[in-house]
């Protein structure tokens, strides 16, 4: 996707002098509050093991950097790649996929939903304030396409009426199909990483379980039989994250030369999505999940702060939901114009989970 081409932004702007128009997206990105609020908001562990864990930022950190690699080894466009992946988080709520349920589960019981992609979008078209000239960042068509349509395909745009600009039946560029991946390459491997660090890792149970790290681990061990076991799980993570990665871009390479993929339209009209796996390492990857799902994320040492800080979620919002004053004026005045329960969900999505915590002590005490 050339930026050229794009199909611009919703206010015209003269062209910058020696930026690209990505390239002013990934900054305006990098400057945006909903940007550094991701260095509070949990990945998967809390700081109550240690203080090297992944944040939301650090991990978003990493998912560019691998998506601006297997962007540039495919020959596709690395500044709007880099701006999807630093976007692709913004819209999570406090404490994870467990927010985001707990806050759609909240939203449905009035009707409506919590999807952390969607929320993104309004928040570049709306929240974020910075500018004389125009509400929100005023970012390309390309990315705002992208924050919704990376992880995901729409077939309706009847369900979707507020999407209906962003080409629904369409599949987006291969810059944004990459981001899903490489997303998951990127936590998969970082999430081993902490779990080892927490000591919630069994090297051994993981070998046995995941055979791609497990032979991995072995060739490492072979070489290096006197090495700290720390620096050989290391050595066999990386390249545990090499062979996904070069996968996705081999295989990627593999279907747009057999499909005659030339144009971007092309691209868009394509019946499938053309930046995956191989369906050997595709299914090495949901093995992967498979193990940090049973063995990590399900931990008792994760699921009580998790089960605690969601619980602090749902209390605040109920709170909210029914005391008309006690949030922030400027949300109070967006009350007056929308449902009360859109702008309560709002305004929980963009806390980061300490100012939450900080936030339910205020009005409840302790947490439960």
């Not at 490492?220 to 076991?229: F, G, T």
């Not at 871009?249 to 191989?278: C, E, K």
């Not at 399900?298 to 029914?322: A, H, M, N, Q, W």
Request: with cysteine.
């Amino acid at each position: 996707m050339r930026s050229e081409q794009s199909r611009g932004r919703r206010y015209q702007e003269p062209a910058h002098p020696y930026r690209s128009a990505y390239a002013r997206d990934r900054d305006r990105i990098i400057h945006s509050r909903a940007f550094r609020r991701l260095e509070a908001k949990t990945q998967v562990f809390t700081t109550r093991y240690s203080d090297h864990f992944r944040n939301r930022l650090t991990h978003t950190l990493e998912v560019a950097q691998i998506a601006r690699t297997v962007a540039a080894a495919l020959g596709l466009n690395t500044e709007l790649a880099e701006a999807l992946a630093l976007v692709h988080d913004i819209g999570h709520p406090p404490f994870g996929h467990a927010g985001e349920r707990k806050l759609d589960g909240l939203m449905r019981v009035h009707g409506g939903h919590f999807n952390h992609n969607l929320h993104a979008l309004r928040i570049v078209e709306q929240f974020e304030q910075r500018y004389l000239d125009f509400p929100g960042l005023n970012l390309t068509f390309e990315v705002r396409e992208g924050i919704i349509k990376h992880s995901r395909d729409y077939y309706s745009a009847a369900e979707f009426p507020q999407l209906s600009e962003y080409l629904l039946g369409l599949r987006p560029p291969l810059e944004a199909q990459l981001i899903d991946c490489v997303d998951e390459v990127a936590y998969n491997t970082a999430d081993l990483d902490d779990a080892l660090e927490a000591q919630l890792l069994d090297i051994r149970v993981l070998s046995r379980e995941v055979p791609l790290f497990g032979e991995v681990y072995a060739q490492v061990d072979s070489a290096h039989p006197s090495a700290r076991e720390k620096l050989k799980f290391n050595e066999a993570l990386k390249r545990v994250l090499d062979h996904l990665a070069t996968d996705l871009v081999d295989t990627t390479n593999w279907l747009l030369v057999d499909s005659g993929v030339r144009t971007i339209d092309d691209v868009r009209g394509a019946g499938i999505r053309m930046a995956r796996f191989s369906e050997k390492r595709g299914a090495q990857n949901a093995q992967l999940k498979r193990f940090l799902y049973t063995h990590v994320y399900e931990r008792p040492e994760i699921t009580e702060d998790r089960d605690r800080s969601v619980k602090c979620l749902e209390e605040l919002f109920i709170y909210y939901l029914g005391s008309p004053g006690s949030m922030p004026a400027f949300y109070e005045e967006l009350a007056h114009a929308a449902p009360r329960h859109m702008i309560v969900c709002d305004y929980i999505a963009g806390m980061t989970d300490q100012f939450l915590l900080r936030q339910h002590h205020e009005h409840f005490g302790n947490a439960p």
